[in-house]
């Protein structure tokens, strides 16, 4: 185990989980990658990753009393384990979100890096979650003042946690980029990753039900994004020790 | 109704110029609302192709030093300049000086075309037509439509709309910082609500730049 990252962005539409796929796609060629779609509430991963059909959710790892094991949930796609998860509300209100600690500590001792594509807003416990869990974030954020805000109120509440900015990534930026990376630089933890183009074939990705790196490898926005996860600086740690401090992470049981 | 109050308040002009040439007459109320969501009275605008002018207060004034009162002219619909009358700023800068949580109180006041010709002459106060709904309103798809009712020639002004208000939000440090305060803030107490108190980090928040 290396790191765990929860990809967050504080509002919904910036395209995080398209990022989250991306960055795996691309953090895949150097190590071992879990994707883990830890929207509970409003999962959407499993759509782009051709898992519509997937038997086995993280909904079902997190319903407290099943036998499911972490394994039947992990599928193996596009070079990444992923784990997806249900859309039913029915799955979502018999979960437990706080066994994704376990699910999570699981994970981890056996993959080199977790990406936690973590809900919109943190407006609940089992949204903030995801950012309590994580080593660092990374922050998918849109070019415009409502997006920007969001993203710091997003890294204060990090931060607050004990987990630090890893990186910011610019997605559906519209021309001239630089003075926004030069200005937005300085008020975060971590560097600008990258400015990932505004283009179609992140939608058409989607439709398609591939991560963006599978469908059009060769487009702005994939050079991008292998740009953005070679300017992440995934450090190393001790795979034992992470698995413990998840086990053991302070968070009760009870909501 | 015209009775040729200057009630959208830039009676001086910010550039130094003829202090008449952004006179705009008070002109008909169409309506006076409290709203949350300010994408409302943008598409009551671009809905009735409003020729006129919305004056916007935001109740929240937290994240601003001083009061902020915002006046956005709309031509057939389509927001044309923008202009903060407490700084004294407009274009890019008083759209991010309004860019900030609601519930705002709006004005829509419809006027005569022609009132509006000598205040949209000033360039410094003009913004891009989808930028009001992208900064004000996080409205993207109003954005859209926006762009698309906008006439031919201001069409090159949607290159790359909103990078400078948004420039101008991240060179205001106070502003930014009172966003993180507020936040931290939020972050401690919505904690205790969840009964995550025990996983917060004691030594955040006493960092300033990690």
């Not at chain 1, 600008?192 to 439709?207: K, Q, T, W």
């Not at chain 2, 949209?120 to 992208?134: D, F, M, Q, Y």
Request: net charge negative; aromatic share 4%; charged share 25%.
């Amino acid at each position: 185990m290396v790191e765990a990252f929860a990809v967050a962005s504080g509002k919904g539409g910036t395209g995080k989980t398209t990022s989250t796929l991306a960055l795996g796609m691309a953090l895949s060629a150097d190590y071992d990658v879990t994707v883990v779609d830890a929207d509970t509430g409003m999962a959407n991963l499993l759509f782009h990753a051709g898992l519509d059909d997937a038997p086995v959710t993280l909904h079902d790892l997190l319903i407290e009393g099943t036998a499911t094991d972490v394994s039947e949930a992990t599928y193996d796609r596009f070079g990444m384990s992923v784990v997806p998860c249900g859309t039913s509300l029915a799955g979502f209100e018999a979960a437990d979100p706080v066994r994704l600690r376990d699910v999570v500590a699981e994970l981890a001792a056996d993959t080199d890096v977790i990406l936690l594509d973590s809900p919109a807003a943190l407006g609940s416990k089992s949204a903030v979650l995801p950012i309590v869990l994580a080593d660092r974030t990374v922050i998918v954020v849109e070019p415009t003042i409502p997006a920007l805000s969001d993203a710091l109120k997003v890294q204060e509440y990090a931060r607050s946690y004990g987990t630090e900015t890893a990186g910011v990534l610019f997605n559906k930026v519209r021309g001239e980029f630089d003075t926004i990376a030069e200005r937005t630089d300085r008020h975060f933890g971590g560097p600008i990753l990258a400015g990932v183009p505004d283009s179609d074939a992140a939608r058409e990705a989607r439709r398609a039900g591939k991560p963006l790196l599978a469908h059009a490898p060769e487009s702005e926005a994939a050079v991008a994004y292998r740009r953005a996860a070679d300017r992440l600086d995934v450090r190393d740690g001790d795979g034992d020790r992470v698995a413990d401090r998840f086990s053991s992470a302070v968070v009760p049981d009870t909501p | 109704m015209t009775d040729g109050t200057d009630r959208p308040g830039p009676d001086r002009s910010p550039s130094g110029g003829d202090p008449q040439e952004l006179h705009i007459p008070r002109g008909t109320l169409l309506r006076s609302r409290v709203v949350s969501d300010v994408a409302t009275p943008l598409e009551t605008a671009l809905e009735r192709s409003l020729i006129g002018y919305a004056t916007i207060v935001p109740q929240e004034t937290l994240l601003l030093s001083g009061e902020a009162r915002g006046v956005i002219t709309f031509e057939e619909g389509v927001p044309v300049l923008v202009y903060n009358t407490v700084t004294d700023n407009g274009g890019p800068e008083a759209l991010a000086e309004l860019a900030v949580p609601g519930p705002y109180r709006v004005e829509l006041y419809a006027v005569e075309a022609a009132a509006l010709t000598a205040a949209h002459g000033a360039e410094a106060l003009r913004v891009a037509p989808g930028s009001v709904a992208t900064e004000l309103a996080d409205a993207p798809d109003l954005a859209e439509r926006t762009r698309a009712a906008a006439p031919a020639d201001r069409h090159d002004e949607g290159g790359h709309e909103g990078a400078d208000a948004l420039a101008s939000f991240l060179a205001d440090d106070d502003r930014i910082e009172a966003i993180r305060e507020q936040a931290r803030e939020e972050a401690r107490s919505r904690a205790a609500e969840w009964g995550l108190t025990d996983a917060l980090d004691t030594t955040a928040g006493t960092v300033e730049d990690r």
